[in-house]
């Protein structure tokens, strides 16, 4: 009789047969879809929330930040709870826990029980997304691995992504406390799915014993303040705060504590060791990347659909859709084609096409048409799909069955903290050029540019002419036209220049394709060792 630990992905597959997998791809994508819609579907609804609460807008932003600093710092933990309880009993209290705090979320009385309940929103959420994945790559034979991840992503992906078009509708429609209540009945079902459909791994051994809690503290600090840094940098102006300073400063040394923990400890509370794996390791910096791509845009495009194009927030969120409609279509494409192709083609392709999208978007001007905001989107839909799901695939192939869970929970903890970091680059390097290009634009104004006298004359003649207003009141409206003009085209290359950016850091991470597994689907699966 063969040790449980020696059990192939396949022979799992076999055990569960066709019909259950399905059952347990559907309990597990339940989960995923209910944690990642979380994270954006609140945004639209902070405006009412800050209303009821008197909150100000620095106040409010809390109530998403909490979410995302708890998801942070739940992932890379996973492993080690679900040793020491089990991971259908952990799964299963992380649904309960999820479902039980979007209940209170939605009853909250005031901004601190509101980021409380936020808090053990995203404990809960944090681990649904990583088990998941791992419990996807047990139950899909090899040759269905790359479809498996394609589902996973289609859930990872398009939550985030659908999340301000529900969110929207269920505010105006209801109230800003049903985008919480409609996750219990969901969750509810979910909890009931879990019972019956999940088992723990045959090759999980429970562990007992003291804890790694140096490793925890350093975690919980180092990551905590990176994240904090992160979402309030901008606010606060960054290193010319005495609170971001003290941030960067805790960040830098917990982290820097706690890799040196992990490192020497028997039985650390993350194992950073899996990292030593090249293929793993290429691939984690790949989603990286890609996470920072993505979480970048999905910030960026919203602000200057509504900001600089005039869009009223439903529209922005509408027009968001074509890179959520092009995942959709290419994630089961992309999951055949990897048996076919392996991990190098897919990606690589998947970068080509991700570059070209985010050139065109930084080739946009003021007077775009709808199909210029189009076409880029859906071509960066197709681009993020088929690295998504190879990726997904060929970072976790050579990872052994034990130590899968801890790696799809730093795998991912790795692309959500590297998205943070990314919105931070991004978003300031947005306003500071801002900033310079209005400095430039308005160094070229004078009585002795041709350009910018006729452009003058243009918005004088025209006021003039349509509201019959004296000379000079003309002149002033005509010089604050000209004003806001500045500032919208200095704006406009300011998003020029960042996705031409986001496009270089792309082209930057094409040498590690390389060290990826280039084997294909059929012989991609983790093995124990």
Known sequence: MKDPATLSSSSIGDMNGPSHRWLITLTVMTGTIMSSLDTSIVNVALPYMQGNFGASVSEIAWV?????????????????????????????????????????????????????FRILQGIGGGTLIPVSQAVLR??????????????????????PACGPVLGGWLTDNFSWPWIFFINVP??????????????????????????????????????????????????????ESRFIVTLAVSATVGLLLFVWRELTADKPAVDLRILRNIPFASGTAIGGILGMGLNSSLFLMPLFLQQLLGYPALDAGLALMPRSLAMAIIFPVAGRLYNRLGPRPLIGGGL????????????????VSFWDIFMPQFMQGIGFGLIFVALST?????????????????????????????????????????????????????????????????????????????????????????????????????????????????????PLILLLRGGRGTHGSPKSR
């Not at 791994?201 to 503290?217: F, N, T």
């Not at 840094?229 to 606010?235: A, I, S, V």
């Not at 080509?352 to 007077?367: C, H, R, T």
Request: net charge positive.
């Open 352 to 367: 080509l096409v991700s570059i070209y999208s985010f050139l065109a978007l930084s080739w946009l001007s003021l007077d």
């Open 394 to 510: 060929a970072a976790l192939s050579s990872i052994e069955r034990p130590k899968l869970t801890a790696a799809t929970g730093l795998y991912n903890v790795i692309r959500q903290v590297c998205g943070s970091i990314g919105i931070a680059v991004f978003a300031t390097q947005l306003t500071s050029g801002a900033t310079r290009n209005r400095a430039m634009l308005v160094g070229h104004i004078s009585n002795f540019n041709p350009v910018s006298v006729s452009h003058f004359d243009l918005f004088h003649a025209a006021i003039a002419t349509r509201h019959g207003s004296d000379p000079v009141a003309a002149q002033l409206v005509a010089m604050k036209l000209m004003d806001l003009q500045l500032t919208r085209q200095a704006s406009m290359l300011s998003y020029n220049r960042v996705f031409f950016l986001m496009a270089v850091c792309f082209v930057l991470i094409f």
């Open 64 to 116: 998403a930040t909490a979410y995302i600093l708890a998801n942070v710092i739940t992932m890379p933990i996973i492993a080690m709870i679900s040793a020491r309880f089990g991971r259908k009993n952990f799964y299963m209290f992380s649904v309960i826990l999820f479902v039980t705090s979007s209940m209170l979320c939605g009853l909250a009385w005031n901004l601190p029980s509101m980021v409380v």
């Open 138 to 159: 047990e139950t899909f034979p090899p040759k269905e691995q790359g479809m498996a991840m394609g589902i996973y992503g289609l859930g990872v992906v398009l939550g």
């Open 186 to 239: 969901i969750g509810i079902v979910n909890i009931l799915m879990v019972m019956r459909f999940i088992q723990d791994p045959p090759y999980l051994k429970r562990e007992k014993g003291g804890l790694d809690w140096s490793g925890l503290i350093c975690m919980v600090v180092g990551l905590g303040a990176l994240q904090l840094m992160l979402e309030k940098g901008e606010e606060k102006d960054w290193f």
